[in-house]
């Protein structure tokens, strides 16, 4: 898939002292493109402006061609699906309710829930109170619900914190499973060797400024990272596959 | 009802909702039929049904030539049918408008009257009285009532407005500040009026109270507030997603901000309507709704109609309870709305909520 889906031209957005951008970047279906950087470095703004959340303060956004700015939200969501970083339910939806409010936008609905369901196994989750889940159960509904959603990209905000170990192959897997259905993610991550797994591409981000962003390999290298954070990293490349690993800095 | 439901798992909640749906409604017009039977002036229960017969349309003759005494029917039919469907149309909007307040505040202990509609109606119904108003005629109360409780909540969205976005809390914390502005403008014209010390007639009005109702206050009122019902009820899932988050219902496609116009508004309609003829009746907009979401989940889809019914049904008790505690007074609703609903509530989320509000 070479076709654009996802086009953002010198964004820039600022509130109180902070400052996002400028930033450009472009996304192709079927593209994972990896959101990295330290805390506070404009990550879930950065999101947020995308999925038209936050309006930029200059530049603009084109989903294949057209400005988000002249789409309805019904339209948006075709397009964009939204992980948050959480969901807290403070009235008491249950699974069910939570998953079916994900496929708002969709027509036909019940039928395909159930089926949902049944396909990640969590018929007994379905009638549990959202907010009685384990944070791991919570993460994986919001994933199931941001899948369920069938827009053409899914914007993760860490889909990998709190979770055990099984549990954070089966979202990493369902991220590789969401690209090979020809569909874009574009994802936030903490963890550079997640980063470096699963992303196409990768855009760093520090204090609202891009360091690096382009392919994986190009970008993940310890000029880049040492530029972000105050640590050493040593890159091993085996086998098609990538290693970081940081160290305490050297006092120079 | 509730000693059942105590067992329920939650996968149970689920599967019997359906049966506690037609409980609840039976048993609503159970008790709102035999509503009929008690008050101050002793009708035989065989004179009772008599009336109620001769009112069914085209048929009603048939049943008529038997009512023995003619002001026992006009007991019935112009003051204790009115007063008990008043009892259950401002039931079912309390409760329907708290529910669809806090699912739009994502917040469990609000409800329509923090949006400015009691202080507004309040300042209506005092102003009414204090200048002596009367050139809209003999509902000139009600009409000021109603009209002041949609301007203040007016004012209060106004005064909430952030680049055409109305930030919630900003919301919720501006109305809670008009309010004790406007309620301190009612306590001091209260204080100040000579008019007022004269009549009674506020102060039921401010301690809530059905037993004033006329069928021409009711039939407006019951018309604008089933369509309200109705349209809210039509919204149920817009208003599932708002409840996580603005953000994330945005992102599944929901127009949030029209969402809360249309809601705040239709809200702000049926409560001010009823709360200008019956007064304020506390309490209903706030409890309803959890006791349907124990009963029932949390979806919007089922907590609506239980909160319509179960609003309905304890306004009704609640009225029979007025009438029955000091004979022949009728205590105003809202005193016992009070009494009544706030032991009821603190031993329900005791014996009921288990884990639901942890945290």
Not at chain 1, 90 to 105: E, F, G, K
Not at chain 2, 242 to 253: F, H, K, M, N, T
Request: charged share 15%; aromatic share 8%.
């Amino acid at each position: 898939m070479d076709i654009t889906l996802i086009e953002a031209s010198a964004l820039e957005y600022s509130v109180n002292r902070f400052h996002l951008g400028p930033v450009s970047l472009s996304v192709k279906g079927g593209e994972v493109l990896g959101i990295g950087g330290p805390n506070g470095s404009g990550k879930s703004t950065l999101l947020k402006v995308m999925l038209r959340l936050i309006r930029p303060t200059r530049g603009r956004i084109t989903i294949e061609g057209e400005d988000i700015e002249n789409m309805t939200q019904h339209d948006l969501s075709r397009k964009l699906a939204y992980l948050p970083q959480n969901l807290f339910s403070p009235l008491n939806l249950s699974v069910q309710d939570v998953l079916l409010a994900s496929q708002y936008s969709l027509e036909r609905k019940s039928n395909k829930l159930d089926a949902i369901i049944n396909r990640y196994g969590i018929e007994d989750l379905k009638h549990r109170d959202f907010n009685s889940l384990s944070g791991g159960e919570k993460r994986l509904v919001m994933l199931i619900g941001a899948i369920n959603q069938d827009s053409d990209a899914i914007l993760m905000d860490e889909p990998d914190t709190f979770l055990d170990v099984d549990k954070e192959i089966q979202v990493m897997e369902e991220i590789r499973n969401v690209r090979d259905s020809g569909r874009s993610v574009i994802v936030i991550l903490h963890d550079l060797n997640k980063l470096a797994k699963i992303c196409d591409n990768v855009i760093m981000l520090k204090s609202g400024k891009v360091i690096a962003y382009g392919p994986t390999d190009e970008v993940l290298v310890p000029e880049t990272l040492e530029k972000m954070y105050s640590a050493s990293f040593r890159i091993e490349q085996a086998s098609g596959s990538m290693r970081i690993d940081a160290f305490p800095k050297r006092r120079s | 009802m509730f000693k059942t439901l105590r067992h329920f798992s939650t996968s149970e909640r689920y599967s019997k909702s359906g049966i506690v749906f037609i409980i609840s409604f039976v048993l609503l017009l159970i008790v709102a039929v035999s509503s009929a039977f008690i008050g101050v002036v002793y009708i035989s229960p065989e004179e009772v049904t008599k009336i109620f017969l001769s009112q069914i349309p085209y048929l009603g003759h048939y049943f008529s030539a038997g009512i023995n005494v003619a002001h026992q029917s006009e007991i019935i039919v112009y003051l204790r049918e009115p007063h008990i469907l008043g009892a259950v149309i401002i039931g079912a909007v309390l409760g329907v408008g708290g529910a669809v307040i806090q699912s739009v505040f994502k917040n469990p202990i609000t409800e329509p009257y923090m949006i400015g509609i009691s202080s507004g109606a309040a300042l209506g119904a005092v102003l009414s009285i204090a200048i002596g108003l009367t050139i809209l005629g003999v509902y000139t109360l009600q009409l000021l009532a109603f009209i002041f409780s949609a301007l203040i909540v007016g004012l209060i969205y106004f005064f909430s407005l952030r680049s055409g976005r109305v930030p919630i809390v900003y919301m919720l914390l501006t109305g809670i500040a008009v309010s004790v502005f406007v309620s301190s403008l009612v306590a001091f014209m209260l204080y100040n009026s000579p008019n007022l010390a004269s009549t009674s007639e506020v102060f039921f009005w401010l301690m809530g109270s059905v037993d004033t109702i006329t069928w021409a206050e009711l039939i407006p009122v019951a018309l604008l507030s089933i369509a309200s019902v109705f349209i809210l009820s039509l919204y149920s899932k817009e208003l599932d997603t708002i409840q996580l988050g603005e953000d994330y219902a945005r992102s599944v496609g929901v127009r949030v901000e029209s969402l809360k116009i249309i809601a705040l508004t239709l809200v702000t309609i049926s409560v001010s309507a009823v709360v200008s003829i019956s007064g304020l009746i506390g309490f209903v907009g706030l409890v309803v709704p959890h006791i349907s979401r124990l009963m029932h989940g949390g979806s919007n889809r089922k907590v609506i109609p239980s909160s319509a019914i179960l609003g309905a049904l304890f306004l009704v008790l609640a009225y029979d309870v007025s009438r029955l505690v000091i004979p022949p007074k009728v205590v105003p609703i809202g005193i016992i709305t009070g009494m009544i609903g706030v032991p009821f509530f603190i031993y329900l989320l005791r014996k009921l909520a288990g884990g639901y509000y942890a945290d």
